[in-house]
């Protein structure tokens, strides 16, 4: 029998808009070179994670005989409503007025989240702004979804009040603030700038916001506030959703995954009214509702303290392993090396001035020969970026790479700067 031949499926236009994250392949080298050292991979410190807290509360749980058996049963869309009851304390807390519990979405990651309301407001063609650089899976969404996406210039504090306000204007000048739907923003510790807003940044963007509203087509600002529970210093300021205490604008947005456990893939959202019931008539769709057994042993760990606790523990490793990077670069690195002091989160953004990190370049490939990969910034620029697009930036993370090796790795980074700066 001859063999068969591979069938040529016609394809939909959002899967064909839809490409392989472009930083699959950075993966894949790591997975293939279990000696390669990864400063690219955006995973959470696997030897922080809690076994000890998550057993307890598992045990817990099926102690309770058949009382258990609602978690194995079927849920609700937007969630648990213990868990959603426990979150919505937790947000007030975290200064958020009044948060109505039944406008909280527990999706599957806060990935699923930010996918489903992208699809409940974009259509082909929409506008979407987007801090620059943003976070690149998000891209990948916009781009599924067939949005334009156009970046808005940022500095330490993130989004940069007078860019957005030159960004509005252009919108009107070339005639489509009618497609703008939404404004993405990470005010936490952005991946992969790691870039945190002032309390007063946060207040202008939110006043220029609000003023734009009145010009033209209804559009929403999602707050991504996936970082916000790893604050290594400082203050926690406050979240861009405390400004709108009648939830009536923004969609903000969190995960378990970066204080807890990412096998959780737990991650909420809160948002008016409107676009929740829009999110569960899409989230129905796609699943009924997220694990309701993950969610009942988070609701429990997020009551018991115990979320708090592993939350604490991932502060004090990362920071450990954040002051260690910095103070390797100092040592390893030329000291015009540009860096965004991080003060929370997973990532350091760095510029080496004359050296361009683009994949595929000398630098890249001459790092990958040491074995060392990092994420370029050439994949966190969107459609409409600066110009000229910048050459010479990277995402350095210290989530899961260990003390020792992340040390190693800085240094043969360093003598591979070196020896381009030489080259120049
Ligand atoms: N937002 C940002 C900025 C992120 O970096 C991530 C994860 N890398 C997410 C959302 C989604 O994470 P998860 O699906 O694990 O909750």
Not at 282 to 310: C, E, V, W
Not at 352 to 381: H, M, R
Not at 395 to 404: A, E, S
Request: net charge negative.
């Amino acid at each position: 029998m001859s063999s068969p031949v591979a069938m040529q499926f016609p394809l939909s236009a959002r899967s064909a808009r839809t490409t392989d994250s472009p930083i699959s392949w950075l993966m894949k080298l790591a997975v293939e070179d279990p000696e390669i050292l990864s400063l690219a991979a955006g995973f959470v410190d696997t030897k922080t994670l809690p076994n000890d807290l998550t057993r307890g509360a598992i045990n817990r749980l099926f102690d309770k005989g058949d009382d258990a058996k609602n978690a194995l049963q079927y849920g609700l869309t937007a969630g648990l409503k213990d868990l959603r009851l426990a979150l919505a304390a937790r947000l007030e807390k975290q200064g958020i007025p009044d948060v109505d519990p039944d406008c909280i979405v527990i999706s599957n990651g806060g990935q699923q989240g930010l996918y489903t309301i992208t699809e409940v407001l974009c259509d082909v063609g929409d506008v979407v702004l987007v801090e620059d650089p943003t976070y690149f899976v998000y891209m990948d969404v916009l781009k599924s979804a067939g949005a334009h996406t156009l970046g808005i210039n940022t500095d330490e504090e993130g989004v940069i009040p007078s860019a957005l306000e030159e960004r509005f204007e252009e919108l009107h000048r070339e005639g489509l603030r009618d497609r703008l739907r939404i404004l993405y923003v990470m005010s936490y510790y952005a991946n992969p700038k790691g870039s945190n807003m002032s309390t007063e940044r946060r207040r202008q963007i939110y006043d220029i916001y609000q003023r734009e509203l009145q010009r033209g087509t209804p559009f929403v600002l999602i707050e991504d506030a996936s970082y916000r529970d790893l604050c290594l210093e400082g203050k926690d300021e406050p979240f861009l959703k405390s400004f709108d205490p009648e939830n009536e604008f923004v969609f903000t947005t969190g995960t378990f995954s970066k204080a807890f456990a990412p096998g959780f893939r737990l991650g909420w959202s809160y948002m008016p009214p409107d676009l929740h019931r829009a999110m569960c008539r899409q989230k129905g769709n796609q699943d009924f509702g997220s694990s309701n057994m993950n969610q009942t042993i988070l609701a429990d760990l997020l009551r018991s303290g115990d979320y708090d606790t592993a939350a604490e523990r991932f502060r004090d490793r990362y920071r450990a392993k954040r002051d260690a990077l910095l103070a390797a670069m100092k040592e390893f690195w030329p000291s015009d090396v540009e860096l965004v002091y991080p003060y929370g989160g997973l990532y350091v953004w760095a510029k080496l001035p004359g050296v361009n990190t683009d994949p595929g370049s000398d630098f890249f490939n001459a790092c990958l020969e040491q074995k060392v990969i990092y994420v370029p910034g050439y994949y966190c620029f969107c459609d409409k970026t600066q110009d000229p697009k910048p050459v010479d930036t990277m995402r350095i993370c210290y989530g899961v790479i260990d003390i020792d090796p992340m040390r190693e790795a800085v240094r043969r980074m360093g003598a591979v700067i070196e020896r381009f700066r030489k080259k120049r």
